[in-house]
């Protein structure tokens, strides 16, 4: 394929990806450009998308999933020492790939899609359109996510009030050494959808993130509709995850347990669904539902 440098003697590889960005194939790809290049970075945009699930239709939750993505693309990336940036882009995936362009001007393009057969993506030329609106070198490789392996093991988490508690922290820290490349991905629900419900989240996944990366874990997260059943099918549907962790308080004095949560998410889930009971880190921890 035809390649450009930038008057730095830098190349700038912008990729386009959303579901398909944690692919074997495009990995590959990109480790394969590094090679080719003496001096590379990666600049990865992922168009946000929307939940199928819920009554209400959470924005900023559409793009925290878009940003978890791109966040645990970007950790594997580092961890194999290619460098890497990136950003969320528009939904229309043609704008945000324009969008990309106008603001870093790469020297090649690769879109990630998935097969023709399930494309939104193709069925809407985006790899021609964008070919011909740039006039760069685009590089198009499909990514069938159902049957290729993933190079990681991902592990969805859900917790709010135990989100950062030492219990979890280890469970997490010994999965991490028992072999392979791992991520985990924390969603943590809101307690409502009013009022301060949505901040009071944030701070809670902002804690669980900042222990898992002292511990030298590759995660991201997410916060979640306030139902923790919607919260963790919305995830599963931005994410193809290898088994999933429900971290609750003591039976009796968790709000999920009483509503079966674990049992629900058994039967819906397409991996293995396990329970880590735990106290809050904080004394003082609020309760909301966990």
Known sequence: MPCRRGSDGVTE????????????????????RAKIHESVTVRLVVPQNRPRHGSVIYVEAARDAAQARLD??????LAEGI????????????SATIDAIDDHRPDEIIISTLPSTTSGWLRRDLVERVAEASGLPVQ????????????????????????????LIENLKTRAVSGGSHLFLIVVPQSSGEG???SEARAALTASLASLHSADLLAAGMIGDPDPFTATMNALQFFRVDRVIISTLPETRSGWLRADLIERVSRYAVCP??????EPKSANAKPIGA
């Open 13 to 32: 590889l912008l990729v386009i990806a959303n579901e398909t960005i944690g692919g074997r194939r495009l990995l590959e790809t990109i480790r394969q």
């Open 72 to 77: 645990l693309a970007l950790a594997f990336l």
């Open 83 to 94: 460098e890497a940036t990136g950003e969320v882009g528009d939904a229309d995936p043609f």
């Open 140 to 167: 198009h490789v499909v990514t069938d996510i159902e049957v290729e392996d993933q190079p990681y093991d991902i592990t969805l988490v859900l917790a709010n009030q135990t989100a950062d508690s030492e219990t």
């Open 196 to 198: 301060n419900a949505a």
């Open 273 to 278: 669904v396990e329970h880590v009971v735990s």
